[in-house]
């Protein structure tokens, strides 16, 4: 992990780097957040994760301002923007583990 995570770090200016990290930081935070225990959640977890994912929607909006229009849409879909604007939401409201069940579950259905 750690030499992927070099290898992709090179490839920015070294004034980028930090903004690399920072992006990282908070994604691995919200993913600590999403897969928590429905006993440990608490609403200090719930400020932590819309600001988690206010710095992973800053940092990463940030590493790819300068792409064309038809890569920014690739870059920019479904899974960012249920990261940034659904999950904070949902997490206040329910556990996000019992969501990722139901959708394994959704796509057992579909297979049959």
């Not at 006993?39 to 994912?53: G, H, I, P, T, V």
């Not at 960012?80 to 959708?103: F, G, N, T």
Request: charged residues 25%; positive net charge; contains cysteine.
């Amino acid at each position: 992990m750690r030499i992927c995570f070099v290898r992709v770090i090179t490839k920015f200016s070294f004034s980028q780097c930090h903004s690399v990290y920072s992006t990282v930081i908070a994604l691995v935070d919200i993913q600590e957040l999403a897969y928590q225990e429905e006993k440990d959640r608490c609403q200090r977890d719930a400020l932590r994760f819309s600001l988690a994912a206010l710095r992973f929607a800053a940092g990463y909006t940030g590493l790819f301002e300068n792409i064309d229009k038809k890569k920014r849409r690739r870059v920019f879909n479904a899974p960012y923007h249920a990261v940034v604007s659904h999950m904070p939401v949902m997490y206040r409201v329910i556990s996000l583990v019992s969501v990722a069940a139901e959708a394994e579950e959704r796509m057992f259905t579909d297979i049959r």
